[in-house]
Every structure is written in C-alpha cells, then in structure tokens.
C-alpha cells in the first residue's frame, strides 16, 4: 500500500535549475534570459518575481544570488533572432543557451541537475527533464532568482545602449513602447537594436 501511495507524490529534486527571461514585449532590445541553482540554505525571503520587486530590491537581491547560488548565467537573444524566429522562440533559445552555461558550470564541480524548471507554459528544447510552471517567477525560488538576474542584465543593457542612441530615452523605458518611445521613433526611425517585426 505504501509503494502505491508514493505513485502520488511529487518526485524529490535534489538539483533544480531555474529559468526565465526578460524582454518579450520591448520594440527594442534583446531578449535576456538567466539560469541559477541556488542551494538549500538560500535566504528566499529576498526572493520575488522580479515585476513585483522594485529597483531598489533587485540591486540588493542580486549580488546575494550571485554570491551563493552554485551556479548561475545569463544569455540573450539579439533583436536579429527575434526577428527571424520569433519572439517566444528567441526566448526559448535564450533560455537554453543559459541552462548549457549553467551545465557546464556544474559539471566543473562534478554535479549533474536533475530538473529544469521555467517559467510560462512553452519548454525550450533541452537534454534534461523540463517542466513549465505558469507564473513560476512567483512560486517557484530558482526561477524567482533567474527573473532577477534576467531583468537587471536586460536593463543595464538598454541604459547602456540609450548612451549610443539617447534620442530614444532607452534608459527611461527600457525598450517597451511608450508614448515618448512610439515619437521617436516616427521621428528618428528605428535603430539598429529595434525588432523590425514589431509593430511599432
């Protein structure tokens, strides 16, 4: 009776990765994605979805992941990518270009993950157990620790590319459309970071 019981029950992890991106609806910019392992002994409480997180708190938060997660990176999807694949499949491809970093980061240490798990409804292609959580970015801690990383590189990267193109106000709106973006770009046109399948 008790092996039957156990058909029930949620299997163990010991290693989860986590996964999650950044950037989907922006007219401008790439899309970011993050993985992180985090131990057990991770403080979550300083853990959220990153949209629910002020500035103020994922500054604070991100050095912590970065300092005790056992492993942890960050990957992109150019604009180019976004615009012939697709959106969601730059994103997907995002993600597992930071889950094959964070795998060989483990494996360096002699560690093999047992799951990864990403936020959304849509699983990249991988060679690990994956599993989809809608709204993992608030559930679920490594997923809450990639969604960090992922919009703060996003964002250092938009304010670093308003330095390039200030006529934009990249480092105001970080790419998504806003009145403000939408004139510029009727004024100056797109430029060469902007998703020309977007409408704008």
């Not at 094959?100 to 993950?113: M, N, P, R, T, Y």
Request: aromatic share 8%; net charge positive; with cysteine.
């Amino acid at each position: 009776m008790e092996s039957q019981l156990s058909l029930f029950e949620e299997p163990v992890y010991n290693i989860v990765i986590g996964a999650d991106e950044a950037g989907r609806g922006p007219l401008a910019g790439p899309v970011c994605a993050a993985a992180v392992v985090l131990p057990a002994d991770f403080p979550i409480e300083i853990l959220a979805d990153s949209k629910a997180l002020s500035e103020k708190k994922r500054n604070l938060a991100e050095p912590i992941i970065k300092e005790k997660a056992i492993a942890w990176a960050v990957a992109w999807g150019t604009p180019a990518e976004i615009d012939t694949i697709n959106i969601l499949q730059a994103s997907l491809l995002a993600m597992k270009r930071a889950y094959l970093l964070v795998k060989q980061q483990l494996k360096s240490k002699g560690i093999e993950a047992d799951i990864l798990l990403v936020d959304g409804n849509k699983r990249p292609d991988v060679d690990i157990l994956c599993k989809a959580i809608v709204k993992g970015d608030a559930t679920e801690p490594a997923i809450m620790a990639a969604s960090i990383l992922a919009k703060n590189a996003r964002d250092r990267f938009m304010v670093c590319a308003s330095r390039r193109w200030p006529q934009y106000g990249f480092e105001k709106h970080k790419g998504y459309p806003c009145a403000s973006h939408k004139a510029a770009l009727r004024q100056f046109g797109p430029s060469p970071i902007h998703r020309l399948t977007f409408k704008y």
